[in-house]
């Protein structure tokens, strides 16, 4: 039976598309941009150094600046380095604003009365703390379930994060449950690690090889029932 659910939070407990576009307009008034393609690169192209970047083998300047030209540059858009830069720090002031959908808000409410919830996230930490108080995910996340990347020295998809989780819930991995929207950090990580895990693949990502979620759905609505059924020990 799952007694815990635990979230990831880009793209998963908001949409981080939405910051990523008005930031574009911003930095790029009144230029045509497929910024949705865009967005996606950006994604691609971050997960692509970010194990490096946390290793400490790239910079977090050289990483903004690789993801930002490569991603822009697969539209027609060539930007040097200081725009990329530029473009990081507006996003990041753009990420302050976020907030999630009544109909996310009205899932943690009735899956915080069900079950204990948390957070694994990869990132700095202030700037993961940052968004999670922008959110207001504490509302229903304690912060000692909240386990940011930076702060832990170790980054999914390593088990060993979703170990320390169980730890700080006092649960076991069968009695878990993983929710987030990226196959090779989200679900990769929690089932090696002996989770339960639903990816939320609103992106319609093709699915990874390596290991099979427990499910698989693309809207948020499907997401509430699911999370609803499995919390009620469906």
């Known amino acids: 039976m799952i007694k815990a659910m635990v979230f990831d939070v880009d793209d998963t407990l908001y949409d981080l598309s939405v910051p990523f576009r008005r930031t574009a307009e911003e930095v790029f008034p009144g230029e045509k941009l497929d910024l949705y393609g865009a967005f996606l690169a950006s994604r691609k192209y971050g997960d692509q150094v970010y194990a490096q970047s946390f290793r400490g083998e ?41 907030c999630m959908t009544e109909g996310m808000e009205r899932m943690l409410e009735c899956l915080g009365k069900k079950v204990k919830l948390g957070i694994i996230t990869n990132g700095p930490g202030q700037h993961q703390w940052d968004k999670v108080h922008a959110l207001g995910a504490e509302r229903w996340i304690p912060t000692e379930h909240i386990l940011i990347s930076g702060e832990e020295g170790v980054a999914k998809p390593d088990k060993e994060i979703f170990e320390r989780a169980e730890k700080r819930l006092g649960l076991r991995p069968e009695e878990l449950c993983y929710v987030g929207d990226s196959y090779g950090n989200d679900i990769l990580g929690a089932k090696r690690a002996g989770w339960k895990a639903v990816w939320y693949n609103h992106r319609g990502h093709q699915t990874g090889k390596e290991v099979t979620p427990d499910a698989v759905v693309d809207t948020e609505t499907e997401l509430a029932e699911l999370l609803g059924r499995m919390a009620n020990g469906g």
């Open 58 to 98: 790239m910079s977090l300047r050289d990483m903004y600046i690789y993801r930002y030209q490569n991603a822009f540059a697969d539209f027609g858009k060539k930007i040097d380095a200081e725009t990329a830069l530029k473009f990081q720090t507006v996003y990041e002031r753009k990420q302050q604003e976020i």
